[in-house]
C-alpha cells in the first residue's frame, strides 16, 4: 500500500521500505481513496486465494461472511472481520479437531521461514495502547494481554471462568512465556496479508453469536448517541410539523455520525462494505437459565474459523 500512496503522491521511485509511520499516516490521511481502494484489491484477492486453496485452512472453505470497519471501532483505515466455514471439518474438541487448529493457527515466536519469522515480530506483536485502555500495571488490556503460558492447545468449556478471562476465546493455544505477547495467526495468510491477523477457531453458532456481538456489531459511540438523543428531543419541541421534524432529525443525525475520510470513500464509491458466499442465518439458543429456545444443532457441518 505504501508504493501505492507515493505513485498517488507523484513519487514513484522512491523506496516504500524508507517511509516511517508518521510519513505513512500522512500518506493515509492525504489519499484515502487510494488506500480504502487498495484495501478492497486486497481483500477480494485473498478471499479468491482462500477459496481456491485449501491450505490455507487445511480443508475447502464451503462458505464465509466479512464486513470492513472503521473509525471509533479501532483504527480509521478500514479492517476487515470475516468468518468462514471449513467443509467436513473435526469437531474442535477431539484429537483430530486440536490437530488441525495447531496446523491452521499458531502464536510461534521463532520460526524456521525467515520472512514469516520477520513478520510476526514486525506486526504479530502486541503493544499495549490506549486502543486496548492498558493504562497502568493495576488495568486490563482488553484484548487479554499478556496471555498465559499454555503447554497444549485445549477448548476452553463455555461453562468455565477461562472463557469470561479470556474475553470470549473458545480455544487456548500453546504458547510459551516468551510468546505471551503474540497474536493467533495462521503462518500463510500472514505471509499473502503482510498486516496483523487474529485468528480463531470457532465450534457453535453460540460462540459466533459471541463474536457478532462483542466485535462486529458494536453500538455507535456513545456521547454520539446521547447528543442525537438531545438534539431530537429538541427539534420536537421547537418544531410542530412532522415532514420539517423528520427531515431536521435526518439531517442531524447525518452531521452528528463520525465517519472517516476511508468509510466516505467506501460509501460514496460503492464498494462493499460486507460480503458472504450465502445469505444464512445464526441459530443460537442462551444458556441454562436464559433459555427462550430449546438447544439447535449446528447447521453447518463445518467448522468455523474467524
Ligand atoms: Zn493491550
Redesign the pocket.
Known sequence: MRKALLIADGRPNEDPNELDIYATQRLVEMYPAVVSRHFMIRVNALVTFMLNSDEVFCGQVEDYWWRIEFQNRGSRIPHLHMIVWIKDHPLLDTPEGLQRIDHVSSCELTVQDAELHDLVRKVQI????H????KGPNSR???G?PRNPCAQTHMVDLDSRDFITNGGRVCNLKRTSEERYVNNYNPILLKLSQANTDILPFGSNETIAHYIAKYISKSEPEGVTNSIAQAIREIRREESNISRQLFRICMRILKERQVSACECVFRLGHLNLKAAIHLTSIPFHLARDWSFFPPIQVEKSGAPFI
Open positions: 502486541h503493544r499495549h495502547s486502543i486496548c485502555g492498558k488490556c482488553r484484548f494481554y
